[in-house]
């Protein structure tokens, strides 16, 4: 297939809908769960299969492309280098096995290191938002606004509940300084919030599949997303990220920076 903007974006989207349809069925479906790094780090059967067929079809469209996974069965890459896709089959696993929704499923695409395409699907409101630079950001078929360049002062943010509980960073200063604090359980659901302006903000110690496509779209629609650091964010490893409004990172990065 191409390797342009409008094709993978069609594709992406194509992929989205279709495990969307298959996870609303499974949400009614006994679950094997199991867990990965401790009791609240869960993984299902539902998430190994969804990745397996969504990286089953980008080998089958993009066959020279890798492939970075949550669940492991992409490929072991070492560069941005070409076509490189992010998946993330099921974001909330959580909320997928106590709740049934509030999880979305993502895919990422970045060429030679860019931000290139990204995709989010929020499965029980079946929307589907996609796009990236210089091609649109869109939730379905409609194209949404950038989201306005609110303060802190003036929106709702999203920070990990660990982070704040332990004042990680000075977070709960942050907190203060907001409009108050929200916890969903799902980057890919917070991610959707920035897009439509419903949340300023979002902090969190994040995987490259939980932030490849958020980090397309948000970049897309006139965000900011940056590391804690002052390194360039790395989309090969795990780190703490900042993602929202120009001044909202602004004030945000000031705040975690005088931690000491």
Same mark, same amino acid.
């Given at each position: 297939?191409?390797?342009?903007?409008?094709?993978?974006?069609?594709? !992406?989207? =194509?992929?989205?809908?279709? *495990?969307?349809?298959?996870?609303? $069925? @499974?949400? +009614?479906?006994?679950?094997?769960?199991?867990?990965?790094?401790?009791?609240?780090?869960?993984?299902?059967?539902?998430?190994?299969?969804?990745?397996?067929?969504?990286?089953?079809?980008?080998?089958?469209?993009?066959?020279?492309?890798?492939?970075?996974?949550?669940?492991?069965?992409?490929?072991? !890459?070492? =560069?941005?280098?070409?076509? *490189?896709?992010?998946?993330?089959? $099921? @974001?909330? +696993?959580?909320?997928?096995?106590?709740?049934?929704?509030?999880?979305?499923?993502?895919?990422?695409?970045?060429?030679?290191?860019?931000?290139?395409?990204?995709?989010?699907?929020?499965?029980?409101?079946?929307?589907?938002?996609?796009?990236?630079?210089?091609?649109?950001?869109?939730?379905?078929?409609?194209?949404?606004?950038?989201?306005?360049?609110?303060?802190?002062?003036?929106?709702?943010?999203?920070?990990?509940?660990?982070?704040?509980?332990?004042?990680?960073?000075?977070?709960?200063?942050?907190?203060?300084?907001?409009?108050?604090?929200?916890?969903?359980?799902?980057?890919?659901?917070?991610?959707?919030?920035?897009?439509?302006?419903?949340?300023?903000?979002?902090?969190?110690?994040?995987?490259?599949?939980?932030?490849?496509?958020?980090?397309?779209?948000?970049?897309?629609?006139?965000?900011?997303?940056?590391?804690?650091?002052?390194?360039?964010?790395?989309?090969?490893?795990?780190?703490?990220?900042?993602?929202?409004?120009?001044?909202?990172?602004?004030?945000?990065?000031?705040?975690?920076?005088?931690?000491?």
């Amino acid at each position: 297939m191409e390797i342009t903007a409008k094709a993978i974006d069609a594709f !992406v989207v =194509n992929v989205l809908e279709e *495990v969307g349809r298959s996870l609303v $069925i @499974d949400t +009614t479906k006994d679950k094997l769960v199991d867990t990965k790094r401790d009791r609240n780090d869960l993984v299902t059967n539902f998430d190994k299969s969804t990745e397996k067929f969504i990286v089953s079809m980008i080998k089958e469209a993009y066959p020279e492309s890798t492939i970075v996974s949550e669940e492991g069965f992409g490929d072991d !890459v070492k =560069n941005m280098d070409g076509l *490189v896709f992010f998946v993330d089959p $099921i @974001d909330g +696993t959580m909320n997928f096995v106590k709740r049934g929704d509030d999880f979305a499923s993502m895919i990422g695409v970045y060429l030679d290191g860019k931000p290139f395409i990204g995709g989010i699907i929020d499965v029980m409101q079946n929307k589907v938002f996609h796009g990236g630079p210089n091609f649109g950001i869109y939730c379905d078929d409609k194209k949404i606004l950038n989201p306005e360049n609110k303060s802190l002062r003036d929106g709702l943010i999203d920070i990990s509940a660990r982070m704040v509980l332990s004042d990680f960073l000075n977070t709960k200063e942050v907190v203060k300084n907001s409009s108050g604090l929200r916890v969903y359980g799902s980057a890919g659901i917070i991610f959707e919030h920035l897009l439509l302006g419903k949340e300023v903000m979002y902090m969190s110690y994040l995987a490259p599949w939980d932030l490849a496509a958020g980090r397309v779209l948000c970049e897309g629609a006139g965000l900011e997303v940056s590391s804690v650091d002052d390194d360039p964010v790395n989309m090969l490893k795990s780190q703490v990220v900042i993602a929202g409004t120009q001044k909202v990172v602004s004030e945000v990065l000031k705040t975690v920076k005088n931690c000491d």
